[in-house]
């Protein structure tokens, strides 16, 4: 499986916009782009996830590179609620389950102070 | 949304009993789920594919008679972890998802809000 590299921890403060970076520079054509994220002592939730075009839903927005070899998501207005750890996943279409299963990395702890 | 539940929430046993831990999808069938643990500041490791009215496959290093699963219906699976030893105090999470989406990949994997095993 193709690897994502993210930055540990990231901090902003509350109502301003937070970038979180993923790098992948091993994407293959296929391959979606998952975020996901994890609130402190609960099952992740999925945030957003696109393949080529940049992206955008009630929750954030994700840009994509031309090259599709890093990517970003936009948290537009931070809150307090939005501190978890982000997790950026690669899928790639497959047959069966295979093609569900998320391999998690370390992920980014985003801290949002007040 | 799509929801998942876990049951229970949390738990404490001694060590050397077996605990069952019950994953729903409340409304949409899942023919597909997975099993995750964490370990404190760890990421999800997952366990195991769980697979409606077939064998779950089991991901490398994970004991497949230690952690037993059952896939029993379209909106229920199983964990059962027997024989629980104190390294196997965790939190576990499953997940359920809905379907392929027209570009055959899953849009969404819904997560449960996870068990805290913790054995004595």
């Known amino acids: 499986d193709a690897k994502t590299t993210q930055p540990n921890s990231m901090e902003s403060n509350e109502e301003e916009p937070v970038h979180l970076p993923c790098n992948h520079s091993t994407i293959s054509g296929t391959d979606y782009i998952h975020w996901y994220r994890q609130l402190p002592s609960q099952g992740p939730e999925y945030v957003i996830h696109?393949?080529?075009s940049n992206v955008n839903n009630r929750m954030a927005s994700l840009a994509i590179a031309e090259d599709r070899k890093s990517s970003t998501l936009i948290l537009h207005r931070a809150t307090l609620r939005d501190a978890a750890v982000y997790y950026c996943i690669l899928i790639s279409p497959g047959s069966g389950g295979s093609n569900y299963k998320l391999t998690f990395g370390k992920g980014t702890l985003l801290t949002v102070n007040p | 949304g799509a929801v998942v539940s876990q049951h229970p929430s949390r738990v404490i046993c001694k060590s050397g009993t077996s605990v069952k831990i019950e994953c729903r999808s409340l409304d949409f069938q899942a023919t597909t789920m997975f099993w995750y643990r964490q370990f404190p500041k760890q990421s999800l490791m997952l366990m195991a594919t769980s697979n409606e009215g077939s064998k779950a496959t089991y991901e490398q290093g994970v004991e497949k008679d230690k952690f037993l699963i059952n896939h029993a219906s379209l909106t229920l699976s199983t964990l059962t972890v027997t024989s629980a030893h104190p390294e196997d105090s965790s939190f576990y999470i499953c997940?359920?998802?809905?379907?392929?989406?027209?570009?055959?990949?899953?849009?969404?994997?819904?997560f449960g809000p996870g068990t805290r095993l913790t054995v004595l």
């Open positions: 696109g393949l080529t």
């Open positions: 997940s359920a998802v809905p379907g392929l989406a027209e570009n055959g990949v899953a849009d969404t994997q819904y």
